[in-house]
Structure formats: C-alpha cells, structure tokens
C-alpha cells in the first residue's frame, strides 16, 4: 500500500491511538463509567479499542487507506 501519512500526522495518530486504547482499558476496568447498559459497559470500550488500534496501525505503516480513496495525502512528494 501506497504511504500518504506525514510525519506530523503519523505522529498524532500514534499519539491518539495510544490514549484511546488506554480509554478503552480504563472504561472496560470499570475505573470510569460512561453509564450503565450494554452500549456504555461493551461496545464503547470496543469502539474505543478498535479506533485507536486503526490509528496506531495507520500511524506506523504511514498508509491510511480513507485517505487513499479521496485521493488525499500528508505525505511530501520524495520522502
């Protein structure tokens, strides 16, 4: 896959990617509640989790394939 991911961006998706995965921990721990019920105990640290770890891996292989199919890029033509 093609890199389009600049190096300021690669750096805050990491960045972002790691805090979301330790939300995602903290809201699975119980240590913060986002309410009660299904949404707020399950698919929200899931949600977190699975955002984050697109970010991380967007990040470190400096490919994001959204930006592929709107044709955008961060990326500096010859790096």
Not at 7 to 22: C, E, K, M, N, Q
Not at 52 to 59: F, I, N, P
């Amino acid at each position: 896959m093609e890199r389009n991911v600049g190096s300021t961006d690669r750096l805050v998706r990491l960045a972002l990617g790691a805090v979301l995965l330790v939300a995602a921990a903290v809201v699975a721990a119980g240590v913060v509640s986002l309410g009660s019920g299904t949404v707020a105990t399950v698919v929200a640290p899931l949600l977190l989790a699975v955002v984050g770890l697109v970010m991380l891996v967007t990040g470190y292989t400096q490919s994001c394939p959204a930006y592929g199919l709107i044709g955008m890029r961060t990326l500096r033509r010859g790096q």
